[in-house]
């Protein structure tokens, strides 16, 4: 009856009011796509014997497949070509000039080696929002792992440019077996004036579709915002319309305190927290507390690996607990428990899935990181918690399970050729690292 | 000729004045302890058959053998213990009646402990202060590490305990082949009355030893030592003779900027700067930039695990760049260069050692680590720099030499027995764990 039987795990188990829980010894049952059963170790053989697969988890901590809120996943492409530059230089002399360098083959590739870096660093889930999305799509399929899409656009590519993404929206909803969901992707208010931004929202009402977008991304565009429309980018996207429809605002550094009521009164918004790119281009950060005080979840998020080099969840999990301390000049702010509730439970709140991920349970989809925490950098391990929290690394991810397939085992990726990946995005890298300013595919002038 | 030849890497050198050099697929030959030579490889197996010892280097990036300016690395076997609280209650609930259980035993096993899991994240040498440091020196003797270790003492504990710092300082001076220096420590001007602080320099002036002490570690003990003494605790060191020896302080992040000319005129002194620990304690970070300015080296360092969790100083580097960049709100503080020269080169000046470790150069002695940067994580490799900043891991580590001599080869440990050491700390973890409050060694009330 059980198609797959992950056995003698410790199972932890995080939910929103009770806090976490360690379940120890425990065997998880998944059938098809969802975990059915999470129960105390059979060791009587007989949960084995009626098991299609079994894996001996024995002394492995399981945790929810972790959930990257926001990235350009392809954009490892160019991982390493624009460091220690200012925001503006960032985006007008590197980012947008070296993606007017972009293929699509670029994605897929470019897709692909995300994906392979987040599956082994125990990333099941990524919200991804970039170009040439029907070949991330692809990529996605391919690789086995959990993906809300959208493809970016931005307003001076005119309205028709909607049509495409709502055109990609419609081809790959609900695709490879229900784990690509996808979204409406306009950039940013910055870059998409109020009429093109009411048309998104349009276009995501009419497909039953959410939007993901970045606002307020720094204080300074909110500070522009407020110079050349008269109000912040947060009531530039209440007024259009697209706080009517799910919304995942990326990043949120600029949001100020008169923004959270109209947020509050959004059909569902979530921000995704990105600290690593925040603390590397000096962002300032998102205002966390205010915004789960207010109701509204948080999701942690990596953005592309240009700003962020890596795509490892685990550490802007760390980043995020040891930055609100830092900045309150408290231990006591942002405890073991939070970072965690945020990480498993806000991180899926923030996709809408709530309901299906974030929490080992009977009914939720079965996306499982099994954790080797047996290192020297683990022991004694006094506290399991902290030492997930405080200690784990990407290299402990042992074994990863999507939809209730295995993607990675014993640290070995099973439905993906990483030499080869690799190696195709390394024939391009002399035509990727050009770089002419004048061919920019945009202008940051927030 | 060659003891030990490391062949066809890619070497990074890093110099204090003209930044950062790559030498692609270059030979490190090395002698007894030393380097001998730095080379284009030899790929005529003329230097292969000449040598004892090869390893096949290809591919992988040589970088200087990593340095922990300030750990009590023992503390491992106290990790996770501590979580969540303010400084206060981490001195008097938690860490100082957490030590009343220690034993020799404890500090043998946790410095093995330690040991291993700084040689797996490529640290070579670590600055250590701790208690019962002859067995801490046994470890580090067995392990095949570079230390740099004092024997902590409190002043309340009486003049005659410096003695026995002491005598630990000559016991162990230059042992292991010169791998391990000694240094007094007395714990922090907080702990040790000016008096006590005279006593400890003369020791150290009689013995040519330096001392290791805590000072102006949090805003808070500047404040409390002005209001008490009338003196920053910079003042208290220059005041009683501290800084004429050679001096490693531990933190200042209450440095204020009338204590950097006191440092200035210190016979030598270098400040270890912990910026985990900082973050998860909120204690604010030291004034890097303005020591730097002033021609005071700053070193990274990683503090004991019960603050910091772990003892990876590839994290700290990475923290302190970007916590630099995010303090400031610009992205172009800190450069990549600037972060490499402290790891390096400052580090090991900190220590003294600047002449003889932190460079892969001839007459440096031989501590090297080989990193393997073939992981998706770091692919493609646009900048090798960028990379090794924002992207390795410890796990990253493929081998490390030290003192001419493999400990890590190939991910695997030469000199120690890991699942031993780790058995050997859980079977007193009940025992480390109890924590009776009025059971305590010391009381933080600065």
Chains 1, 2 share one sequence.
Not at 137 to 150: D, I, T
Not at 152 to 165: C, H, I, K, S
């Amino acid at each position: 009856m059980t198609d797959l039987l992950v056995q003698d795990c410790h199972v932890l188990v995080v939910d929103e009011t009770d806090g976490i829980q360690l379940l120890e010894n425990h065997d998880i049952h998944i059938v098809g796509q969802r975990i059915e059963r999470v129960a105390p170790h059979d060791n009587q053989a007989q949960a084995t014997a009626l098991a299609t697969e079994v894996i001996n988890a024995s002394g492995l901590l399981a945790i929810p497949g972790l959930i990257n809120t926001h990235a350009h996943a392809p954009m490892v492409i160019f991982r390493g070509l624009a460091e220690d530059v200012s925001i503006e230089r960032w985006f007008n002399e590197y980012m947008w000039p070296l993606e007017s360098n972009l293929t699509e083959d670029d994605v897929y590739w470019g897709m692909l080696l995300a994906l392979a870096e987040m599956i082994e660093s125990g990333v099941t889930t990524v919200a991804d929002h970039y170009f040439y999305m029907d070949r991330a799509a692809q990529a996605v399929r391919e690789a086995g792992s959990r993906a809300a899409l959208g493809w970016n656009v931005f307003g001076d590519q005119g309205r028709e440019t909607l049509a495409r993404t709502a055109a990609f929206v419609e081809r790959w909803q609900g695709a490879a077996n229900g784990r690509i969901t996808t979204w409406i992707a306009p950039h940013a208010p910055y870059t998409c004036d109020d009429e093109f931004l009411r048309a998104a929202a349009d276009h995501a009402r009419a497909l039953g579709a959410g939007i993901h977008i970045h606002a307020a991304e720094v204080m300074a565009q909110t500070e522009a915002s407020l110079a050349a429309r008269g109000k912040t980018p947060i009531q530039v996207l209440a007024d259009t319309g697209v706080l009517d429809v799910p919304t995942i605002i990326a990043h949120g550094c600029g949001i100020l305190p008169q923004d959270i009521p109209l947020l509050q009164q959004a059909a569902r918004v979530g921000v995704a927290h990105a600290p690593k790119t925040y603390m590397k281009l000096g962002m300032g950060l998102t205002p966390i507390n205010a915004l789960r005080q207010a109701g509204i979840p948080v999701g942690l998020a990596t953005d592309g690996a240009v700003s962020n080099n890596t795509l490892d969840i685990l550490e802007s999990l760390r980043l995020m607990a040891m930055l609100q301390k830092h900045e309150a000049r408290d231990p006591e702010v942002m405890p073991i428990t939070q970072a965690l509730q945020i990480a498993f439970r806000d991180s899926a709140a923030v996709l809408g899935l709530e309901q299906s991920l974030g929490k080992l349970a009977p009914g939720f989809l079965a996306d499982v990181v099994l954790l080797d925490l047996s290192g020297a950098h683990h022991q004694p391990l006094h506290s399991l918690s902290a030492s997930l929290l405080y200690n784990a690394r990407a290299a402990d991810v042992h074994t990863v399970i999507v939809d209730g397939r295995l993607l990675l085992h014993e640290r070995r990726l099973l439905t993906l050729d990483k030499e080869r990946i690799a190696s195709e995005v390394r024939r391009s890298m002399a035509r990727l690292a050009q770089r002419v300013p004048e061919k920019r595919i945009q202008v940051y002038s927030p």
